[in-house]
């Protein structure tokens, strides 16, 4: 049993995060994704939905839509910074400055 109220909801949010791993993607533009808000239609990855593996399960995709994991998208960020022209500067840098 939990006493702390805090402690419950921040343990609801972990749990959420945890279970809610996919996302909507739009396959009509690779150059610039869009991802499923069902508040708002095709929005950027920062204020999409995510849903849980039951849902991605039972929901009908909008048209244009696919679903992909989360986690894939998150990754896929991360490789495109450390590729960016500005990132690598930076690395140099620090690198440099640690000689």
Same mark, same amino acid.
């Given at each position: 049993?939990?006493?702390?109220?805090?402690?419950?909801?921040?343990? +609801?949010?972990?749990?959420?995060?945890?279970?809610?791993?996919?996302?909507?993607?739009?396959?009509?533009?690779?150059?610039?994704?869009?991802?499923?808000?069902?508040?708002?239609?095709?929005?950027?990855?920062?204020? +999409?939905?995510?849903?849980? *593996?039951?849902?991605?399960?039972?929901?009908?995709? *909008?048209?244009?839509?696919?679903?992909?994991?989360?986690?894939?998208?998150?990754?896929?960020?991360?490789?495109?910074?450390?590729?960016?022209?500005?990132?690598?500067?930076?690395?140099?840098?620090?690198? +440099?400055?640690?000689?």
């Amino acid at each position: 049993m939990l006493t702390d109220g805090s402690r419950s909801g921040r343990s +609801a949010k972990l749990q959420l995060i945890k279970n809610t791993n996919y996302v909507i993607r739009s396959i009509d533009d690779q150059d610039r994704y869009e991802y499923w808000s069902n508040d708002f239609g095709w929005v950027s990855l920062s204020i +999409a939905d995510q849903f849980t *593996p039951e849902e991605q399960k039972t929901l009908n995709l *909008p048209m244009g839509g696919e679903w992909v994991p989360y986690s894939q998208i998150i990754s896929q960020l991360d490789e495109s910074k450390k590729n960016h022209p500005t990132y690598q500067r930076r690395t140099d840098l620090s690198v +440099a400055g640690d000689e």
